[in-house]
């Protein structure tokens, strides 16, 4: 038996998207509407009625994991998306490149939006170094602006608050611990000591002179936010004792991937922006299921984007090539022997251009399920499906239909 | 006002099961599909959604408890079911007669299905003792090779793993705590020592004797599995005020009721194999009700085990005998003054042979329900169903509808 799990970030719309109708509604989908006419249809809660999730703690309900018991906060899933090492113990942050003047204020959280030399930044962070001797600092840049430290030692915590301002204008704030503890007032403290020390080790550097000549904004400075300890995690195989796959390029659902054990693989000319070629994303995932994989999660990000950034044709155009996707699955799969679960990880309506707490639409498909009458794929059409409403956990779900459980009890 | 509960084991079934049917769309139900028109329906999570139930996880989540605070291990319910006495602190096992050579190789898990003669075995094993001198030990044999042992003492612990290694043809396993405590420690070294003095008494008994001269395997040694403390349970009657009886022949689910409080009646010839006379059980329910119960649980297990044979006839022969129970029970309540609950404690589909985490149909009826236009009673139709999906809690629901529920808050 093979899964497979297709997650649409940002899928579910309100009716104020589109002339009374969502996206989706609006979307060309033949291929999405044969999994609801071939499947069960419903109502997924991310997390559960009545919480607005992060797309952080919506992977991991979805997983089947509870976010109120294991989730520490973003910063582990960024390093680990971006191919950094994270052990038990070690706290993770997300960094920007920005930009501070002499005092301090922050004049830019981005540095310009920086998007070239940040390996020559990367470099010079190397020399990072905490006056606590038993700490190590390890700093990797990602794409533009973005970037991610960790920081290892015994007695350290990720109970602390962000060096940064989350605005412009301002000065500079410090970290500050969130709870009374040694290893939180100690955390914090070396992250002040290491955001100061990044001041002095960027605002000179050839890049940044250069940027200033140009009239660019310099990258001085490190922010850092979403300080987490690596969360205590049983992965994917030793709770079903199956190997999969994940196929995303948001360093957030790779981290993601990473975390629960999963292999993570690049689909190639695919970069996590709505003009990715997620066509290759399913390509990769039928060929790793014959490659032996049990299960293939495929994480498609463009249509949170265009919500995003309210733009509803945008996210209609991006709903129709994720149909694409699910073409190439209705062809290549092998129907017999598989579950697909396809669904978003929250409601990101064009209008309010970020995320809420209200339902999306969830469709499985396969031998093992009942079907239902439903016949289209949307907010609407799902409220008569026959799997009712369900609070995150469709992975579990999809394993069961698998047979991939152990028995609970006796 | 009275309440009844009838649950029909292993119910649900998949689209697999028949010819694209399940096995439940296959039978002749005129009296369940009766339930379905006067009632409402729906689809129960016997725990929650993607959680695959165990038979004893199923029942208690049903009667409205949440295994993950009160589940011990099966142990209890076997040693309540055969009719030991079970005490706070006691510690208790199911157990195996078994065969195994001179240097402890398990031959069979079953002493090769032995039917005759366990209650020599049992006066036997009723000279085993600790060399603990403070604790007590109680053995009963029940059908076949099952039987069930108590501990009695202060300090034992239900966190040890079996001795008894689930496979033939290698070593018997010792048992080991699970959990660093003393009190594992103990319990696990108190369970060795009984195993091998088990096979000490038993070995040269008449009964094993003559077995081995007439080729057949001796039942020489016990096997101990699903070690469970005694849980915190409080009864149906502290919880609700109400008196019920438990109609059931299987050890388990007279052991459940025990636990919950439930006085244990067994009807006349019933085995709790599919060839019982299970109508006996709903005349005996008719008759607890009349003579002052408030409350009847009805227990009817071949569905499951045929499920759990393969054989989809006779899980459809079956179920069409579960009809006849339902036909007695609409002729022989008083239906302006009873509500009843029918499901199933979990989805056993006959491809499969075993519990799926797949949901199982319910239907309510009752004075006090409001009916959806269901008009039948299995996986597909319940789909439309008004009571949508629940979780467990069926009891509470019911007695919800019988007004017998303490009010939370104020």
């Known amino acids: 038996m093979k899964a497979v799990l297709v997650i649409?970030?940002?899928?579910?719309?309100?009716?104020?998207?589109?002339?009374?109708?969502?996206?989706?509604?609006?979307?060309?989908?033949?291929?999405?509407?044969?999994?609801?006419?071939?499947?069960?249809?419903?109502?997924?809660?991310?997390?559960?009625?009545?919480?607005?999730?992060?797309?952080?703690?919506?992977?991991?309900?979805?997983?089947?994991?509870?976010?109120?018991?294991?989730?520490t906060g973003r910063g582990v899933f960024e390093a680990l998306g971006i191919g950094m090492d994270v052990q038990d113990g070690d706290v993770c942050f997300r960094t920007n490149f920005a930009t501070v003047d002499e005092n301090f204020n922050v004049l830019d959280r981005r540095a310009g939006r920086i998007t070239e030399g940040t390996d020559e930044l990367e470099r010079a962070l190397q020399s990072l170094k905490s006056s606590q001797p038993d700490v190590e600092i390890f700093f990797k840049a990602s794409t533009e602006h973005r970037g991610a430290i960790v920081l290892r030692g015994h007695g350290l915590s990720g109970q602390i608050t962000d060096a940064d301002p989350h605005k412009t204008g301002v000065r500079m704030i410090r970290s500050e611990p969130l709870v009374d503890s040694e290893a939180a007032r100690r955390t914090a403290e070396i992250?002040?000591?290491?955001?100061?020390?990044?001041?002095?080790?960027?605002?000179?550097?050839?890049?940044?002179?250069?940027?200033e000549s140009e009239g660019k904004l310099p990258a001085n400075i490190l922010l850092f936010r979403g300080a987490a300890v690596k969360p205590d995690i049983p992965s994917m195989e030793e709770l079903y004792g199956i190997k999969g796959v994940g196929i995303a390029a948001g360093a957030l659902y790779i981290g993601i991937a990473r975390a629960i054990g999963l292999e993570t693989k690049?689909?190639?000319?695919?970069?996590?922006?709505?003009?990715?070629?997620?066509?290759?994303?399913?390509?990769?995932?039928?060929?790793?299921l014959q490659n032996?994989?049990?299960?293939?999660?495929?994480?498609?990000?463009?249509?949170?984007?265009?919500?995003?950034?309210?733009?509803?044709?945008a996210k209609i155009a991006y709903i129709e090539k994720v149909d694409e996707v699910i073409g190439y699955l209705l062809d290549n799969l092998?129907?017999?022997?598989?579950?697909?679960?396809?669904?978003?990880?929250?409601?990101?309506?064009?209008?309010?251009?970020?995320?809420?707490?209200?339902?999306?639409?969830?469709?499985?498909?396969?031998?093992?399920?009942?079907?239902?009458?439903?016949?289209?794929?949307?907010?609407?059409?799902?409220?008569?499906?026959g799997m009712g409403r369900i609070s995150g956990r469709v992975v579990p779900i999809l394993f069961g239909y698998c047979n991939w459980l152990k028995k609970y009890g006796a």
């Not at 979307?27 to 499947?39: Q, Y």
């Not at 299960?295 to 265009?306: P, Q, V």
């Not at 639409?361 to 499906?385: A, H, T, Y």
Request: a negative charge; glycine letters at 10%.
């Open 8 to 71: 649409c970030d940002g899928l579910g719309g309100r009716p104020t998207d589109y002339n009374g109708k969502t996206c989706l509604e609006v979307a060309n989908t033949p291929n999405i509407d044969e999994l609801a006419r071939r499947g069960i249809t419903g109502l997924l809660d991310p997390i559960k009625p009545g919480v607005r999730p992060g797309s952080d703690t919506a992977h991991l309900s979805i997983f089947g994991y509870d976010p109120e018991k294991v989730y």
């Open 191 to 211: 992250v002040n000591e290491l955001v100061e020390q990044s001041y002095h080790i960027l605002k000179d550097l050839p890049i940044n002179r250069k940027r």
């Open 266 to 288: 690049r689909a190639e000319e695919t970069t996590g922006g709505a003009d990715s070629k997620i066509i290759n994303k399913a390509k990769l995932a039928v060929e790793e």
């Open 292 to 313: 032996g994989k049990d299960f293939a999660f495929i994480h498609l990000k463009g249509a949170d984007s265009c919500a995003h950034d309210h733009d509803a044709e």
């Open 334 to 385: 092998d129907w017999d022997d598989t579950h697909l679960a396809f669904t978003g990880d929250h409601t990101t309506p064009v209008v309010y251009g970020d995320h809420v707490s209200d339902p999306v639409p969830v469709v499985f498909v396969g031998p093992n399920i009942m079907p239902d009458d439903v016949e289209r794929f949307n907010e609407r059409s799902v409220l008569k499906g």
